[in-house]
Nanobody, 120 residues
Framework: QVQLVESGGGLVQAGGSLRLSCAAS????????MGWYRQAPGKQREMVAT???????NYIDSVKGRCTISGDNAKNTVYLQMNNLKPEDTAVYYC??????????????WGQGTQVTVSS
């Protein structure tokens, strides 16, 4: 069973920085998109940032200019550098990898989540 393993979460003061990392327990082929999602208490899970195998990135508006996603889909690694963190960034952050074959998402992999807490 393939696992996505996240690290880098923690407690930080507002204005601080964190770098989240994610790697697969073994190589997953045909990964088209990797990304980070988050879920705050009482809220739905939302996309934070994604990166495709061609390097195209996408961010939720609330993190644009503060976060940078990077990684190597072929190596199944993805990172999220988060700067100028705000209390509203507090959430459990999940790594995601989408395997696409013949234009169809054949597998949707998730990590176990890492807690990010930003104090005011």
């Amino acid at each position: 069973q393939v696992q996505l393993v996240e690290s880098g979460g923690g407690l930080v003061q507002a204005g601080g920085s964190l770098r989240l990392s994610c790697a697969a327990s073994r190589i997953i082929y045909s990964i088209n998109t990797m990304g980070w999602y988050r879920q705050a208490p009482g809220k739905q899970r939302e996309m934070v940032a994604t990166i495709t195998s061609s390097g195209n990135t996408n961010y939720i508006d609330s993190v644009k200019g503060r976060c940078t996603i990077s990684g190597d889909n072929a190596k199944n690694t993805v990172y999220l550098q988060m700067n100028n963190l705000k209390p509203e960034d507090t959430a459990v952050y999940y790594c995601n990898a989408k395997q696409v074959m013949y234009g169809i998402v054949t597998n949707d992999y998730w990590g176990q989540g890492t807690q990010v807490t930003v104090s005011s």
